[in-house]
């Protein structure tokens, strides 16, 4: 190796060095406001069609109308955010005590109330035969379970809009970033498509496509998981069970699941409505629950016309690794962030294709 090679060998070494000790004080600097700076991104992209016609509507002013979508972004947090949270948490905390006199009363009873049920009759039975778990064992620990469950949802719904963003702190900071990447979103982003090393056309058909995925994530997804829990939550307002609220949110969550979705909150609901007597409620709910369960087979295709269709599987591992990984955030970016893996796959397939021809 000459002098002049082994010179810009060790060049190189220290400026990929220099670039990794910069990214890892970068990492440590921005970690303790990873939650404000994703939900700043991702509500900024949410409302960059909003932030272009209010742009256009006052003539250009894009810094007025980034300070408009922010104080709507507060109000909605410190409005019907706030008052969903606190119904969530008021209502689970009334059925962890709904489930706490139920074990009262049945205490030391056998409670045959789910022996009763056909289903439920016979998983009873092939307990007590092969795993000798009686059926007053089983259901209560189910019971218990569920109390402990509704509990902690209880706990969680009070503290459900701080608990996201961890503290006053990093709302206020989550809403100083918001203003920024409303304005300066689509700059940020053209800039940031930039650094990849591709041609234009490349990079064009590069953005355009993680675009598409992202929107088709957050419309046909979190849009849709939001709007059959709200439907749930009104049928179950509307025939008189407890707590609308909770299972509602329950519902919009169980959406994403590949098999089952929503029904596997609506359908109990009505085999109580049957076990009850309340035939006419049942029937009303099922109904409901019908609609809901079917929803989204016009409703996400409507909603992500002309853009990228995700897997459902990937959606599903995204929620749940996502809020595992990152927390109530993650229930939004972890679909994304896999969508987007899976779309630079696809593209990276795509480049190469033309190459081996």
Not at 246 to 252: C, K, Q, S, T
Request: proline letters at 4%; glycine letters at 10%; aromatic letters at 10%.
């Amino acid at each position: 190796m000459s002098e002049s090679a082994e010179l810009r060998f060790y060049e190189r070494v220290l400026a990929v060095a220099g670039l990794a000790l910069l990214a890892a004080l970068i990492y440590h600097i921005l970690r303790p406001f990873f939650a404000p700076l994703a939900w700043a991104i991702f509500l900024a992209f949410l409302l960059q069609p909003a932030q272009a016609r209010l742009t256009g509507l006052l003539r250009g002013r894009d810094s007025v109308a980034a300070s408009l979508l922010t104080v709507f972004v507060l109000l909605m947090f410190i409005g019907p955010l706030a008052a969903l949270a606190a119904a969530f948490g008021q209502q689970a905390a009334g059925l962890a005590v709904l489930f706490q006199h139920w074990l009262e009363q049945h205490q030391g009873q056998g409670i045959p109330d789910l022996a009763d049920l056909p289903l439920l009759a016979r998983a009873l039975e092939w307990l007590d035969q092969y795993a000798s778990i009686s059926a007053a064992e089983a259901q209560t620990w189910l019971l218990e379970r569920a109390k402990r469950v509704f509990e902690q949802l209880a706990a969680f719904g009070g503290t459900a809009l701080l608990g996201a963003l961890g503290t006053i702190l990093n709302f206020t900071v989550m809403l100083f970033l918001l203003f920024f990447f409303i304005r300066d979103g689509q700059g940020m982003a053209r800039a940031a498509i930039n650094l990849v090393p591709l041609e234009p056309r490349r990079r064009a058909e590069l953005q355009e496509r993680l675009g598409a995925v992202t929107r088709a994530v957050v419309l046909g997804t979190v849009v849709t998981a939001m709007i059959q829990g709200l439907l749930l939550g009104i049928g179950f307002a509307v025939v008189g069970l407890a707590a609308p609220v909770v299972f509602g949110v329950i519902g919009a969550l169980l959406s994403i699941v590949p098999c089952g979705g929503t029904a596997l909150v609506w359908v109990p609901a009505v085999g109580l409505l049957l076990f009850q007597g309340r035939y006419g409620a049942a029937i009303v709910l099922a109904v409901i629950g019908l609609v809901v369960s079917t929803v989204d087979n016009f409703l996400k295709p409507l909603l992500i016309s002309g853009r990228a269709v995700v897997p459902t599987l990937a959606v599903f591992i995204g929620v749940l690794g996502g809020l595992v990984a990152f927390g109530v955030i993650g229930m939004f970016l972890g679909p994304v962030v896999i969508a987007l893996a899976i779309a630079l796959v696809h593209f990276a397939q795509d480049t190469q294709q033309p190459a081996s021809r």
